[in-house]
């Protein structure tokens, strides 16, 4: 497998803080604390790493990583991504979907046209949007199309099993 599919990114290392090798620690989870409740990290090279502590600090978070003892050993590590195992993610059973499970989808309308593969996905603070590259020699000549990922109104299925999103959208839009 590779690490696009095996591995999730949570967060990244920011700055170090401090002499005796803490970093700022920028998450992307849903809870910002909800970073430390996976373990081991993997940084860079697919070190793996553990978390000796971490606290809060004003409105952000820092942490102690095993091995990372001083300001120098931070500054090596600054900017890497965090990743996990992606078994490691909580299962969203049947009626949830991660958005790393919705690149490589294929994009099908109502009406069966195949508007292309999901490229990926991304939130404009509306709601998220899938990007669609759109097949070679598309009939309405589009290279790409961006769509809302709101259920009902244009999402009107996903199948996991398939790899397919049903979307009521015009082909042509």
């Known amino acids: 497998m590779s690490l696009a599919s095996d591995k999730v990114i949570v967060g990244k290392i920011g700055a170090p803080y401090g002499v005796k090798g803490w970093v700022k620690i920028n998450s992307y989870t849903e809870t910002p604390e909800g970073i430390f409740e996976y373990a081991p990290w993997f940084l860079g090279e697919e070190k793996e790493y553990q978390i000796d502590q971490w ?3 004003g409105k952000s978070l820092v942490a102690k990583i095993v091995g990372v003892d001083s300001r120098d050993d931070a500054e090596r590590i600054k900017n890497l991504d ?3 195992n992606a078994s490691q993610l909580p299962d ?3 009626e949830g979907i991660y958005w790393r499970e919705l690149t490589g989808m294929k994009v099908v309308t109502t009406q069966g046209y195949d508007l292309g593969v999901v490229k990926e996905v991304f939130n404009t603070g509306a709601n998220d949007v899938i990007h669609v590259k759109a097949n070679v020699g598309d009939a309405f000549g589009q290279k790409e199309r961006l769509l809302p990922f709101v259920f009902d109104e244009v ?4 199948d996991k099993e398939a790899k397919v999103i049903k979307v009521d959208w015009d082909p042509g839009f």
Request: net charge negative; aromatic share 0%.
């Open 82 to 84: 965090i990743n996990i």
């Open 92 to 94: 969203l059973g049947d």
């Open 55 to 57: 606290r809060p600090h």
């Open 155 to 158: 999402v009107q299925e996903v």
